[in-house]
């Protein structure tokens, strides 16, 4: 009879191959060299996760879980009187921070392979309900639905090819003023809203 698999103990392995994975990038999700990298026998893995693609499917509902949590938890998302550009220089921060950057560079480079389709039919859903999770903060604030999704795709867009611009030339100075400037758009977004109302 076959040991039941842990939940907590899945989590635990996903989490180790999301980090080993931040700091070597995906052309190593393989599930002998995983199980070499952690530590464990190619075993431990096979009985959490029958084979690479499932494997992989949990690792994306896994960074989606933690994607989600941490927009959730962004600071200042449920104030009201809190502008929309304050949130994102502080998720700008939170992402690009020494323990957080090997992260934000396995999100891009998942963007990519999702772009490029060398992930099927699997597209994150963290990908796919980010505008969502951002119209509904600019609605809350005074925009109309349909142009919260409208507003809320050209942020998300503009906010991961500064993120990418930035991981890419290293150039701070050039790039977090163009993020400035793109906070304060997003600030006049609602502010006219609020002043149409």
Excluded at 27 to 38: C, D, E, H, K, T
Excluded at 118 to 125: N, S, T
Aim: proline share 3%; aromatic share 4%.
């Amino acid at each position: 009879m076959a040991r039941p698999r842990d939940p907590h103990r899945r989590t635990e392995i996903l989490d180790a191959v999301l980090d080993h994975l931040a700091e070597h990038g995906m052309s190593g999700l393989s599930m002998r060299p995983i199980a070499q990298a952690l530590g464990q026998s190619t075993r431990v893995l096979t009985h959490h996760f029958a084979d690479k693609d499932d494997l992989l499917a949990a690792l994306l509902q896994r960074l989606d879980d933690v994607q989600h949590e941490q927009l959730r938890a962004t600071e200042g998302w449920d104030d009201l009187g809190r502008g929309i550009g304050a949130i994102v220089r502080d998720s700008w921060y939170r992402h690009l921070a020494p323990e957080n950057v090997a992260h934000t560079r396995l999100v891009r480079e998942i963007e990519g392979l999702a772009a490029a389709g060398r992930l099927g039919d699997r597209v994150p859903k963290f990908l796919t309900d980010r505008a969502e999770f951002v119209a509904r903060a600019l609605v809350a604030r005074g925009l109309d639905p349909a142009q919260a999704r409208v507003k809320a795709t050209y942020l998300n867009g503009a906010y991961s090819g500064l993120q990418t611009d930035i991981l890419t030339t290293g150039d701070r100075e050039r790039v977090e003023t163009a993020l400035d400037e793109l906070c304060l758009l997003a600030d006049s977004w609602t502010e006219n809203a609020a002043r149409t109302v």
